[in-house]
């Protein structure tokens, strides 16, 4: 059945080129169940390869005709074939995580076929430590990062003895939603847009409170506070045209180690998390002698908490906006970059906590449209950037979870830098740990693995500085 692809799906077909493939990917690590044999993991890849019945999200791809008036629809792909989706990838001797990076970074840097369904995923042996990898890639406008992260959560257990959980691609027989489901999906944050735009009531209320909410947001862009929209941010080395190559380096560090910072200084696990990035990115431009005097700017989706009306929250739920924060780049002091970026997240949340919903959507939109004009009309270079990098947070299970036995032992995101953002930080927690992902074009971003050891830096210097 042919159906209409939404504008801001469509929006990521037609930005997608050979330099910016539009998917996103995941990265797993599985230990394997006591007493797996030599077969094991072909087991698991044949396992995961012969699931009889596909979900129809993982069925259909993408088509524009005449046909269509030139309109992207969705239709489903009448000859698919699940071997080309699902694969089984072999690490090269010594078998390190440094091999297995290389082998994500070289698979995140290929398009999707759009006369396909836009998925692959990866089982990948070798590792000598014996883990399981598997590398899964799906377009952006198939699902966006919270959503992968979702359907992921979907297929694992928290029993390790379970073994009848299906492939992420698996159809799962639908069941009938529970109340407090309900009446979380009733507030869903994605849905509140929707509903005020559905009445003409919520479309006056929201068009009254536009303008002010406008000038507002411009006010503290020309003042240099932080808002939605940024109109300081210098120019830096990842802000330049990008090629299709990718670099993908990823490292997690233990949630305690980082929540006894915050605790300590009164700041959030987000706050340390963005003080880590700053630093690390200090130090890096620092080694290439490319750091500029003004403060780096990062863009940080956040969400809005239901419970707590609309007070945004940069800890979690879903993004329907962004605080463009000043990370603090030009401070030496690691202390004071942690207390200049609190002050400024804390800034951004107020900022958006005044507007509603869809306020935020739009000057979030806004403050974003340097960085997707620019690109689109080949002005990198002439025009400013609105931000330096995108920085976002995807929580993830906070419990040990295991898919068939086999016990989950680390989740990391890879993400879509763009022309004129070179590099992109996107972080995941999960079972205690925070995960770090970095994805960036390998011939704009050079060295960019030496980013690990200055986050683990960082970790060490924030800790001194508070005395944890």
């Given at each position: 059945m042919v159906s209409p692809i939404d504008p801001t799906s469509a929006a990521f077909l037609f930005a997608e080129n050979r330099s910016m493939p539009m998917h996103v990917g995941g990265l797993q690590l599985f230990k394997k169940p006591e007493?797996?044999?030599r077969t094991y993991i072909r087991d698991m890849y044949e396992e995961m390869r012969d699931v009889q019945d596909i979900a129809p999200l993982f069925l259909k791809h993408p088509k524009r005709s005449i046909g269509t008036a030139g309109q992207w629809v969705w239709e489903p792909d009448e000859q698919f074939d699940i071997e080309h989706h699902v694969r089984h990838s072999?690490?090269?001797?010594?078998?390190?995580v440094r091999e297995l990076l290389e082998l994500c970074s070289r698979l995140h840097s290929t398009r999707l076929a759009r006369e396909r369904p836009l998925w692959e995923a990866h089982v990948i042996e070798g590792l000598r430590d014996g883990r399981v990898a598997m590398y899964t890639k799906t377009h952006h406008a198939l699902v966006d990062g919270i959503s992968a992260m979702r359907l992921l959560q979907s297929v694992l257990s928290t029993d390790p003895d379970e073994r009848?959980?299906?492939?992420?691609?698996g159809a799962r027989p639908k069941r009938a939603k529970t109340s407090k489901e309900l009446s979380r999906v009733e507030q869903s944050l994605a849905d509140v847009p929707i509903q005020a735009l559905r009445t003409a009531l919520g479309i006056t209320a929201e068009a009254a409170g536009m303008p002010g909410a406008l000038v507002k947001t411009i006010s503290k862009g020309l003042k240099n506070e932080t808002s939605a929209l940024s109109l300081y941010a210098p120019r830096t080395?990842?802000?330049q045209n990008i090629t299709g190559s990718r670099r993908f380096a990823a490292q997690d560090w233990p949630i305690e180690r980082l929540r006894a910072i915050g605790k300590k200084t009164g700041t959030t696990l987000n706050d340390v998390v963005l003080a880590m990035c700053s630093g690390a990115i200090r130090t890096y431009l620092l080694e290439l002698d490319s750091l500029p005097e003004q403060p780096l700017v990062a863009m940080v989706p956040v969400g809005l908490n239901a419970k707590q009306s609309q007070v945004a929250s940069a800890d979690g739920g879903n993004a329907v906006g962004a605080v463009m924060v000043q990370l603090a780049t030009d401070l030496h002091d690691p202390a004071k970059r942690l207390a200049t970026i609190h002050k400024s997240m804390r800034d951004g949340k107020e900022a958006l906590s005044s507007m509603t919903p869809v306020q935020i959507m739009a000057m979030s939109a806004l403050g974003q449209a340097p960085a997707i004009l620019g690109p689109m009309l080949r002005m990198q270079g002439i025009v400013r950037p609105p931000y330096n990098l995108i920085i976002s947070n995807v929580p993830g299970p906070k419990t040990?979870?295991?898919?068939?036995?086999?016990?989950?032992?680390?989740?990391?995101?890879?993400?879509?830098?763009?022309?004129?953002?070179?590099?992109?930080?996107t972080c995941t927690s999960y079972?205690?740990?925070?995960?770090?992902g970095l994805t960036g074009c390998r011939r704009t971003v050079p060295h960019l693995q030496r980013l690990l050891n200055?986050?683990?830096?960082?970790?060490a210097a924030l800790e001194k500085a508070a005395g944890v």
């Open positions: 007493g797996a044999g072999a690490l090269p001797k010594p078998g390190r009848d959980m299906p492939a992420m691609w080395l990842f802000n040990t979870h295991y898919w068939n036995g086999a016990q989950l032992v680390g989740t990391y995101p890879l993400s879509i830098p763009i022309n004129g953002m070179a590099l992109n930080i079972d205690g740990n925070m995960a770090f200055h986050l683990d830096e960082e970790v």
